[in-house]
């Protein structure tokens, strides 16, 4: 198990992302969030198998129809066991 804090810009708000991410996260069977920030970008903390991981990194490069994704940034950050399934928090 990892987990991976990911870093989301470019017309990524108020075009479904959040909604999209969890759906594809869920389908990875990983756990964690995704919010927005307050900068238009989207924040994701994803934990879960290292291979389904790297698919959502790779996943959020192209989004949902409506996104236009210029830069995700992905980092590994010490793992935290305490989220139950995937969820969309408020901004931040």
């Not at 017309?11 to 909604?19: A, E, F, L």
């Not at 969890?22 to 900068?39: E, H, I, M, P, Y």
């Not at 389904?52 to 590994?76: F, K, N, Q, T, Y």
Request: charged share 30%.
């Amino acid at each position: 198990m990892a987990q991976q804090r990911i870093l989301v810009s470019g017309r990524v708000q108020g075009v479904g992302y959040r909604d999209w991410v969890v759906r594809t996260a869920q389908r990875s069977g990983l756990t964690g969030w995704v919010r927005n920030l307050k900068d238009g970008r989207v924040e994701i903390v994803a934990s879960g198998d290292e291979a389904a991981l790297g698919h959502l990194v790779e996943a959020c490069r192209e989004g949902p129809p409506l996104a236009r994704v210029e830069h995700v940034d992905s980092d590994a950050v010490p793992e935290d066991r305490s989220h139950k399934g995937f969820t969309k928090r408020f901004t931040a």
